[in-house]
């Protein structure tokens, strides 16, 4: 299973790297975004609070997020999904997608993080708590997009399901997020944060298993 899952993840790397879709597009999204609320939010003067900076960070990953997974699924046409369907097992499809689209919105939280620092400056105190706080937010933000933007392909890519199925599942995640990095900006001791991140790596477990069991009925119709 797993040289399946290396050859799938090769295999939407070389797409990305061809196409430049995701990474091009959002990453423009993300400038365009930070420099207009530089412009507009009193940024400009010095004047942005703290848990703005923290929330209109976590409000822009977010969308970039979805923009991104979104087209796990959308790309794939008919034909290709029973090529997969006939090659590989359904397991190891829906964990290279997982996979794949962690690392991208990892890559993308981070030049976030870097277009932030630059422009709106960076108030974060203790960056380690940070950084982990990134690498769980994309892991959670990939499994649970990955998994509805399946059940969207299924129902013809419908986006108003894909943002109607993954609200109740990003919300908890967003607000763990959020918290996190919020003692990460104040340079909180780490057990402050604790039961976050457990919490954080529970729903992230939670929704990673749910898609590993449920993918191959949903894969199979």
């Known amino acids: 299973m797993w040289k399946e899952i290396s050859v799938l993840v090769r295999k939407e790397i ?20 930070v420099f207009i609320t530089y412009l507009s939010v009193g940024a400009k003067m010095g004047n942005l609070s703290i848990p703005t900076w923290n929330a209109l960070y976590w409000i822009i990953i977010l969308f970039s997020a979805v923009n991104a997974v979104a087209k796990s699924f959308v790309q794939e046409h008919q034909g290709r999904q029973l090529y ?9 499809i829906i964990l290279s997608k997982i996979f794949y689209n962690t690392g991208l919105t990892l890559i993308l939280a981070l030049l976030g993080y870097g277009v932030f620092s ?5 108030p974060v105190q203790d960056q380690g708590l940070f950084l982990l706080n990134l690498v769980l937010g994309s892991v959670g933000f ?7 933007s399946g059940i969207a392909s299924k129902a013809g890519n419908n986006a108003t399901l894909m943002a109607i199925l993954s609200f109740p599942v990003i919300i908890p995640i967003l607000l763990m997020a959020i918290r996190i990095s919020k003692n990460a900006l104040d340079g909180l001791d780490w057990s402050v ?11 992230n477990a939670i929704v990673g298993v749910t898609a590993y069991i449920l993918f191959p009925y949903l ?3």
């Open 118 to 122: 630059v422009i709106l400056g960076n």
């Open 193 to 203: 944060s604790a039961d976050k991140l457990l919490s954080l790596l529970a729903i």
């Open 219 to 221: 894969w199979r119709s």
């Open 14 to 33: 070389t797409l990305e790297w061809r196409q430049k879709y995701a990474l091009n597009g959002i990453l423009l999204y993300v400038v365009s975004a």
């Open 142 to 148: 990939s499994a649970s997009l990955t998994m509805v």
């Open 84 to 92: 997969y369907y006939m090659i590989a097992s359904p397991e190891s």
